[in-house]
């Protein structure tokens, strides 16, 4: 108990950051009772229940349409010749695309001392984990044997076998268990504070002794939370590099292909500025309802939502020219077959998936230039819709436009998703909504102690408690 009151005194004092961070009125125990009391209340709210029923009636799909792959084989899918690789890997790179602003959040906006992230980054931080999980469904299902999914890993074994390390599958498992592992270790070593306050408020003895665990003897000493700083910071920097790497050699899928629409060099900067869009997209759609469910107003503010639709203007902005640059680039090559891709893209069998992609991904975001409509939260709230399914499109016009016509014209064919496709895409939906209901539920959605240093006149000492 000693140990308790011993506070960080040499660490260093956050920022003083302006009052519209934090609503009016709020003080270091109203921060702590308001957050906590979401997850220790007793009884569970009615709306909780319908939310979690959907998410959780939805992943049933996900569980019959994988049973039955199993039995039947990848070609309940629809992939075919020469549509090899079909929606599976449309929804792989749309779900690690998602991911990323999590990331982005936690560890670069914390390395620049960004103030405003201390609202949204916990649950960021946790939508990156929950769409790393849904995403990792395709790569080890679309291999056709599951059980043997180990092989792609470099293990020691009697028969002498090694990965092919040429192989782009090759780069995603070593890029995305990379990018699990450090951001689950980022997301739980910043939650072991909020576990010490939830333990130490539990009612309840049985979560008492599980928040115990989860807290690893926190007693807020001055040796935790220099330890505490040491380990966050470093995983910070250890997460920033992975921003830009994991949905670099996601790009490097289709870049090193010699297929037209996919050999480009502005992939990898083009991959990331969309992963990081249609990252703060899903933030937003997280944010918004949460805010107004629980009544967050006073935590997540419209600065937070403006700032979040700010990124999301330029990046999509990095994404418009993309865009530009692929229809210039092929144009400018003189390359017969480049040609045809992109004219394909826009008048051929596909061409209103094409158009939808520019009008959900260029168009309609660029409305945030008004600021009226910058800060209408319900407007906010359908952009984001908007430009989710905008980037969906997008990976579906790269990976299906790109291989349904390519250099001869006796092996073009048709592509669309069957019956077990959108079961399974709706079905990690359904994932990804039931973890974030259980984690709204059973953990803190803000960072409590982060939230607390942050109120105008707080004191550094007072800020660590």
Same mark, same amino acid.
């Given at each position: 108990m000693?140990?308790?009151a011993?506070i960080?005194k040499?660490a260093t ?5 302006p009052e ?9 125990a ?6 906590? $009391?979401?997850v220790?209340?007793r009884?569970?709210p009615? *709306?909780?229940?319908? *939310? ?6 939805l992943?049933?799909?996900?569980l +019959?349409?994988?049973? #039955?792959l199993?039995f @039947? ?5 629809g992939?075919?010749i020469?549509?090899?690789? *079909?929606?599976? =890997? ?10 990323h602003a ?5 560890a670069?906006l914390? !390395?620049?001392r960004?103030?405003?992230?201390? $609202?949204?980054?916990?649950?960021a ?7 790393v999980a849904c995403a990792?469904?395709?790569?080890v299902f679309?291999t056709g044997?599951p059980?043997?999914? %180990?092989w792609?890993?470099? %293990?020691p074994?009697?028969?002498?076998l090694?990965p092919n390390?040429?192989s ?8 995305v ?5 450090v951001?689950?270790? #980022?997301?739980?070593?910043g ?15 049985p979560w @008492?002794?599980? /928040?115990g665990i989860?807290?690893?003897g926190?007693r807020g000493?001055?040796r935790?939370w220099?330890n505490y700083d040491?380990? /966050? !910071?470093l995983?910070?920097g250890?997460?920033?590099?992975? +921003?830009?790497?994991?949905h670099?050699?996601?790009s490097?899928d289709?870049?090193?292909g010699i ?12 991959f990331v500025?969309?992963a ?5 997209a899903?933030v937003l759609?997280i944010?918004?309802?949460?805010? @107004?469910f629980?009544?967050?107003?006073d ?8 700032n979040m639709a700010k990124?999301?203007?330029a990046?999509?902005l990095i994404?418009?020219y993309?865009?530009?640059m692929?229809?210039f680039?092929?144009?400018? $090559?003189?390359?017969?077959y480049e040609?045809f891709? =992109?004219?394909?893209r826009?008048t051929?069998? %596909?061409? @209103? ?6 009008l ?5 975001p ?6 009226? !409509?910058?800060t209408?939260?319900? %407007? ?5 819709l908007v430009?989710s399914?905008?980037?969906?499109l997008e990976?579906?016009? &790269? ?6 016509r390519?250099?001869?014209?006796s ?5 669309s998703g ?5 079961s399974?895409?709706?079905g ?6 039931t973890l974030?209901?259980l984690?709204?539920r059973f953990?803190?959605?803000?960072? &409590?102690f982060?939230?607390?240093?942050i109120?105008? *006149? ?6 660590r408690?």
């Amino acid at each position: 108990m000693a140990e308790s009151a011993d506070i960080a005194k040499d660490a260093t004092p956050p920022t003083a950051t302006p009052e519209y961070l934090v609503g009016p009125g709020h003080d270091f125990a109203s921060v702590t009772e308001k957050i906590s $009391s979401i997850v220790l209340q007793r009884k569970t709210p009615w *709306g909780w229940f319908v *939310g979690f029923a959907v998410g959780f009636a939805l992943l049933q799909g996900l569980l +019959v349409a994988m049973a #039955f792959l199993l039995f @039947k084989g990848i070609g309940v899918w629809g992939v075919t010749i020469p549509i090899g690789w *079909g929606m599976d =890997i449309i929804n792989f790179v749309w779900w690690i695309g998602i991911g990323h602003a999590g990331t982005l959040i936690s560890a670069i906006l914390l !390395l620049l001392r960004q103030g405003w992230r201390t $609202s949204i980054n916990r649950f960021a931080e946790a939508m990156t984990l929950f769409a790393v999980a849904c995403a990792s469904f395709y790569p080890v299902f679309h291999t056709g044997r599951p059980w043997l999914a %180990y092989w792609l890993f470099p %293990y020691p074994n009697t028969m002498g076998l090694w990965p092919n390390f040429r192989s782009p599958l090759i780069w995603d498992v070593f890029a995305v268990s990379t990018y699990a592992t450090v951001s689950a270790m #980022f997301w739980f070593v910043g939650l072991i504070p909020d576990f010490a306050t939830l333990r130490d408020r539990a009612r309840s003895k049985p979560w @008492k002794i599980a /928040y115990g665990i989860l807290a690893m003897g926190w007693r807020g000493s001055a040796r935790h939370w220099h330890n505490y700083d040491t380990a /966050y !910071l470093l995983l910070a920097g250890l997460a920033t590099p992975l +921003v830009i790497s994991v949905h670099t050699v996601v790009s490097f899928d289709f870049a090193i292909g010699i297929i037209p629409g996919w050999h480009a060099t502005i992939f990898p900067p083009y991959f990331v500025a969309g992963a990081i869009y249609a990252g703060f997209a899903m933030v937003l759609t997280i944010a918004i309802p949460l805010r @107004k469910f629980y009544g967050l107003e006073d935590f997540i503010t419209m600065k937070h939502l403006e700032n979040m639709a700010k990124v999301m203007l330029a990046t999509g902005l990095i994404v418009a020219y993309g865009y530009m640059m692929e229809a210039f680039m092929a144009w400018y $090559s003189a390359n017969s077959y480049e040609r045809f891709m =992109i004219w394909n893209r826009m008048t051929g069998p %596909y061409w @209103k998936m094409y158009w939808a992609l520019i009008l959900c991904n260029v168009v309609a975001p660029n409305t945030l230039w008004i600021k009226n !409509l910058r800060t209408s939260v319900p %407007y906010l709230f359908v952009i984001s819709l908007v430009v989710s399914v905008g980037m969906w499109l997008e990976r579906f016009v &790269i990976i299906v436009t790109s291989l349904h016509r390519d250099f001869l014209p006796s092996s073009w064919g048709m592509y669309s998703g069957t019956f077990f496709d959108w079961s399974a895409f709706i079905g990690t939906l359904g994932l990804f909504v039931t973890l974030l209901f259980l984690f709204v539920r059973f953990l803190p959605a803000i960072s &409590i102690f982060e939230m607390r240093t942050i109120l105008p *006149g707080a004191e550094p000492q007072e800020g660590r408690r």
